[in-house]
């Protein structure tokens, strides 16, 4: 079992910066692929960055690329989510979520475990 609790989240001007963390339980945390997804009202939830369980391997959505980050410490048990040149768009609860394998997933129904989300809000 994992439980997931994400922090960071906040109010931001566009351009800016916000770091989020998750924060993860479990011994087996260093053994799974790791993923930040977030959902803007009205919208599906989508997964914006992925990282495998050594933090080896990451991919990332278009929308995101070259502007976000994701990362790991295993020994904090512990993935990140940095954030720059924030836009409107990226408005949205972040959710961080848990897969049970240790190889990148990009299928949102393959992630096990899910946090209760932080919100992000980007103001223009």
């Known amino acids: 079992q994992v439980q997931l609790v994400e922090s960071g989240g906040g109010l931001v001007q566009a351009g800016g910066s916000l770091r989020l963390s998750c924060a993860a339980s479990?011994?087996?945390?260093?053994?799974?692929?790791m993923g930040w997804f977030r959902q803007a009202p009205g919208k599906e939830r989508e997964l914006v960055a992925a990282i495998s369980w050594s933090g080896a391997s990451t991919s990332y959505s278009d929308s995101v690329k070259g502007r976000f980050t994701i990362s790991r410490d295993n020994a904090k048990n512990t993935v990140y989510l940095q954030m720059n040149s924030l836009k409107p768009e990226d408005t949205a609860v972040y959710y961080c979520?848990?897969?049970?394998?240790?190889?990148?997933?990009?299928?949102?129904?393959?992630?096990?475990?899910w946090g209760q989300g932080t919100q992000v809000t980007v103001a223009s």
């Open positions: 479990g011994r087996t945390f260093s053994s799974y692929a």
């Open positions: 979520a848990a897969t049970s394998v240790a190889y990148i997933v990009i299928i949102t129904s393959q992630y096990r475990y």
